[in-house]
């Protein structure tokens, strides 16, 4: 079991959905957690959460589009736990919307959290790190539409591209201070924000899991742990990666053979 203990790490959207359940998983391993997002209450719940599991966490609530309030939001991180050793970026915006119908506005929110907000928390975090002296590593939550495309998320799907761009360059360019920056990409999870965001009712929800070989969304805690694997030195000699934890998905679905909600068909499990 990979250990975080002693670290201290920034992770944003850390309110809800995989965000909360990484600030969680981090917080079990040993780690101090700032969680940084736009509302409040689902911050401070995350930390009266860690704080109850006896860990240490700070809620800072800012939007990363902001780039002094991520300034901020870093600075506060060092003054409560006194180190940083990296950064989970998680926070995102998304819905679903037919690329002519996308307005200027639409497009410009969800690349400015996705892109603009990365590069903001990104280079805020790795600064005072190269500044401290202190390695660490980068985690970034990007979707398998970064490469393959998928009709309706073209800003989303745009800005993920740009972020495994972003990781890319800097794992080479930073790996000399021995910061490591690597991808973690779900598939389908079963998280309120991406509900209400990309399968709103029952139909939905049914067609994204008939794409999905393994026939289930995954959980925001099973993506937790990944991302708490790559931050961890057992990840020591990766960077530039991209974990890929879809059920299959992004592999495309399958021509011959039964369909993948048959009936007939084992689910696997979550364990
Ligand atoms: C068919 C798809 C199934 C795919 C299955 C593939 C596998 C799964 C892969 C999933 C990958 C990624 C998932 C996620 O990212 S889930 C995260 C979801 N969470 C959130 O979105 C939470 C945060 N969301 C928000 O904050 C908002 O939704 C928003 C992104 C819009 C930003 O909020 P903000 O307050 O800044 O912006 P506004 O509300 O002022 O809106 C700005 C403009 O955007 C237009 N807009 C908003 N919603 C829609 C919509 N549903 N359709 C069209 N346009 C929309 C809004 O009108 C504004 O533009 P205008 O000023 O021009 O009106
Ligand atoms: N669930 C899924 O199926 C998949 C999700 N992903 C990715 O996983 C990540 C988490 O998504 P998920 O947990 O599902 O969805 P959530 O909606 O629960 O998470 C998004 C988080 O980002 C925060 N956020 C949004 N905008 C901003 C902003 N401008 N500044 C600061 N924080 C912001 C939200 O908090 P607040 O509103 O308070 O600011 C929220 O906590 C995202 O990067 C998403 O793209 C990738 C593939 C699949």
């Known amino acids: 079991m990979e250990s975080l203990a002693g670290r201290a790490y920034l992770v944003t959207g850390g309110g809800t959905g995989i965000g909360a359940a ?106 005072r790190m190269i500044e401290a002296g202190t390695p660490g590593a980068i985690v970034s939550v990007i979707a398998t539409y970064a490469w393959t495309g998928h009709p309706g998320t073209v800003h989303s799907a745009a800005a993920k591209a740009g972020v495994v761009a972003m990781t890319r360059t800097l794992a080479v360019e930073w790996a000399r201070y021995g910061i490591r920056l690597n991808c973690v990409a779900p598939g389908p999870t079963e998280t309120e924000g991406a509900g209400a965001a990309l399968w709103a009712d029952d139909a939905d929800r049914e067609r994204v899991l008939a794409s999905v070989p393994l026939n289930r969304f995954a959980s925001a805690p099973e993506v937790g742990d990944l991302v708490g694997l790559l931050l961890s030195d057992r990840a020591g000699y990766v960077t530039g990666s991209i974990l890929t934890a879809d059920g299959g998905q992004s592999l495309g679905t399958q021509i011959y053979g039964p369909p993948i909600a048959d009936a007939a068909a084992p689910t696997a499990s979550a364990q």
């Open 22 to 127: 990484t600030a969680r998983r981090l917080a079990a391993l040993g780690a101090s957690v700032t969680v940084v997002g736009r509302r409040g209450e689902p911050l401070d719940a995350v930390v009266a959460d860690v704080e109850r599991q006896g860990g240490h966490a700070l809620a800072h609530p800012a939007d990363v589009r902001d780039p002094a309030a991520v300034e901020a939001a870093a600075d506060a991180a060092l003054a409560r736990f006194g180190r940083l050793d990296g950064l989970v970026n998680n926070a995102a915006g998304n819905f679903v919307a037919p690329a002519e119908r996308l307005s200027a506005n639409g497009w410009r929110a969800v690349v400015d959290i996705v892109l603009n907000g990365t590069w903001n928390c990104t280079s805020a975090v790795a600064r």
